[in-house]
């Protein structure tokens, strides 16, 4: 089955530090999503995009997030002062068409000190 | 009201036992359904999807109750391997697939 690959699977940061977490979508897709879940909690929608640009966004995306999609191959999402509160684990999700399966990446856990 | 509610679990249950998992949803608009699991540390993984009409994959039958906002898993003659994190998940913006998770329930399968 093709895979979403993300790198890298952990990182460390200090606060107040960037991060910035890739993504590898499956290469047909075109829609393309960031997904958190906090350690014992569910996991909440962050972003989704398509046709180079940002089709929705929820209430935890602020100015600290961004996404791009620098290369047509990669997907990376980029806290720019990252919180302690950010910590979490970090998915990117990609699908073909409206309606079609989402395939789910294997996640970035990202802690912050 | 949480968008989409599930009892935490944990269900230990033996192997070879029949296991049911109840969800409700708040939205009354909310278009597709699935149940994902879990498991420990890893990624979502689409189990199936959830129609009006029920379906059942295998050992697993899923049922929709638009009328309640209810949603079923029932996972029969269960394995080790079902041991997992079953999430109840609801799409409310068909074409964005902008998914809302449950917060999912614990299985553990006892040999």
């Known amino acids: 089955e093709p895979e979403v690959t993300q790198t890298p699977s952990h990182q460390v940061t200090q606060m107040g530090q960037e991060v910035i977490l890739r993504c590898v979508p499956i290469?047909?897709?075109?829609?393309f999503y960031w997904y958190r879940q906090i350690l014992g909690q569910k996991v909440e929608f962050l972003v989704s995009f398509y046709n180079n640009e940002i089709s929705e966004k929820s209430e935890i995306f602020d100015d600290q997030f961004s996404v791009e999609r620098p290369d047509g191959s990669n997907f990376t999402l980029k806290i720019r002062s990252t919180k302690l509160e950010d910590s979490a684990m970090y998915f990117c999700a990609s699908r073909g068409r409206t309606g079609e399966k989402l395939f789910f990446g294997s996640g970035t856990q990202l802690s912050v000190l | 009201r949480k968008e989409v509610e599930q009892d935490p679990g944990p269900f230990n249950v033996p192997e070879g036992a029949t296991v049911a998992f109840n969800c409700t949803y708040s939205n009354s608009a909310s278009q597709s359904f699935f149940w994902y699991r879990q498991d420990c540390r890893k990624e979502p993984k689409l189990l199936m999807s959830?129609?009006?009409s029920g379906n059942e994959d295998g050992r697993f039958t899923a049922q929709l109750n638009r009328a309640s906002q209810y949603i079923s898993l029932l996972i029969r003659d269960s394995k080790l391997s079902d041991s997992a994190t079953y999430l109840c998940v609801v799409n409310n913006d068909f074409g964005n697939e902008k998914l809302t998770f449950g917060t999912g329930t614990r299985l553990t399968i006892i040999p």
């Open positions: 290469s047909n897709h075109l829609y």
């Open positions: 959830v129609y009006s």
